[in-house]
């Protein structure tokens, strides 16, 4: 079994409400060195095959019919090594 990260990040062109409103928040909590936040989604899938190419494949075919609506986010695929340490990434 291997474990395939999926983050899911609005494109940088599509405004992003929540993440404007925890920028407007973090001052007023003491976190002034915030310039920029960007909220996004992270998918953690356990998968049985164990071919790095046909996880990161398998993992990518996912996100652009599932987890990610491409026309308006970026996905970005990670799959971890054995002892979950960030292997490749697409």
């Known amino acids: 079994m291997a474990r395939v990260l999926v983050d ?11 993440g404007q409103a925890v920028q407007r928040a973090l ?5 002034d060195s915030v310039t920029n936040v960007r909220q996004g989604k992270r998918f953690v ?6 071919d790095p190419a046909t996880l990161r494949a398998t993992a990518e075919q996912m996100a652009e ?13 990670t799959v ?4 979950g ?6």
Do not use: C, W, Y
Request: proline letters at 7%; charged letters at 30%.
């Open 85 to 90: 340490e960030t292997g490749e990434s697409v």
């Open 65 to 77: 019919k599932l987890l990610a609506n491409t026309v308006i986010e970026d996905f970005h695929v």
């Open 27 to 31: 001052p007023r909590m003491g976190f």
């Open 8 to 18: 899911v990040m609005l494109k940088p062109e599509i405004l992003d409400p929540q």
């Open 45 to 50: 899938l356990d998968l049985a095959d164990a």
């Open 80 to 83: 971890l090594d054995e002892a």
